[in-house]
T-cell receptor, first 118, second 113 residues
Framework: DVKVTQSSRYLVKRTGEKVFLECVQD?????MFWYRQDPGLGLRLIYF???????EKGDIPEGYSVSREKKERFSLILESASTNQTSMYLCASISSGLAGGRSSNEQFFGPGTRLTVL | AQSVTQLGSHVSVSEGALVLLRCNYS??????LFWYVQYPNQGLQLLLK??????LVKGINGFEAEFKKSETSFHLTKPSAHMSDAAEYFCAVSRQGGNQFYFGTGTSLTVIP
């Protein structure tokens, strides 16, 4: 059973704190993504990574950074949390279909982390 | 460039009635199309997807969707709504062979007993 896990379901932080959101997938996927989800705005891509130590900005990278030191783990970092970063954060992964494998053409999602910044 | 428009941010249907959630897309290349469902405080779960082949796609929980290239649409339907169908539904598009997905803003489905 494929799985994407996120380190916390609920998180409360104070303005200015450094926040780490962790995501781990056990499917050997090359590509991993961080989205934030807000009412009426759907899912917006923050960052994605297509390989270890590689990262690309998504649509809303400001105020965020990421780290991918191992293939299975993709971390989202809020260097100095602000109240406008209160949101639901979703991690996802997908196989690229390279290296002899075949992509299922499906992104697999973690359960989400609901972050509140006070 | 690719984008997705979901018409209707909130849809209410009676239990047993037809469910129709609308999705239109724009894509400069042949698309892959997806419907995801999100139950409260959970991640997204794939309902169904269209990649190639038959344009009528059947998914889980009795849902289906039809890819209509001429209308650039991929509407989601279910003949008879169940209370357990109440959730948020997202339509998404990706480029064939691509890894980036573009999501609509979602439609919240309410099922009235």
């Amino acid at each position: 059973d494929v799985k994407v896990t996120q380190s916390s379901r609920y998180l409360v932080k104070r303005t200015g704190e450094k926040v780490f959101l962790e995501c781990v997938q056990d499917m050997d996927h090359e590509n991993m993504f961080w989205y934030r989800q807000d009412p009426g705005l759907g899912l917006r891509l923050i960052y994605f990574s297509y390989d270890v130590k590689m990262k690309e900005k998504g649509d809303i990278p400001e105020g965020y950074s990421v780290s991918r030191e191992k293939k299975e783990r993709f971390s989202l970092i809020l260097e100095s949390a602000s109240t406008n970063q209160t949101s639901m954060y979703l991690c996802a992964s997908i196989s690229s279909g390279l290296a002899g494998g075949r992509s299922s053409n499906e992104q697999f999602f973690g359960p989400g982390t609901r972050l509140t910044v006070l | 460039a690719q984008s997705v428009t979901q018409l209707g941010s909130h849809v209410s249907v009676s239990e047993g009635a037809l469910v129709l959630l609308r999705c239109n897309y724009s894509s400069s290349v042949p698309p892959y199309l997806f419907w995801y469902v999100q139950y409260p405080n959970q991640g997204l779960q794939l309902l169904l997807k269209y990649t190639t082949g038959a344009t009528l796609v059947k998914g889980i929980n009795g849902f289906e969707a039809e890819f209509k290239k001429s209308e650039t649409s991929f509407h989601l339907t279910k003949p008879s709504a169940h209370m357990s169908d109440a959730a948020e539904y997202f339509c998404a598009v990706s480029r064939q062979g691509g890894n980036q997905f573009y999501f609509g803003t979602g439609t919240s489905l309410t099922v009235i007993p």
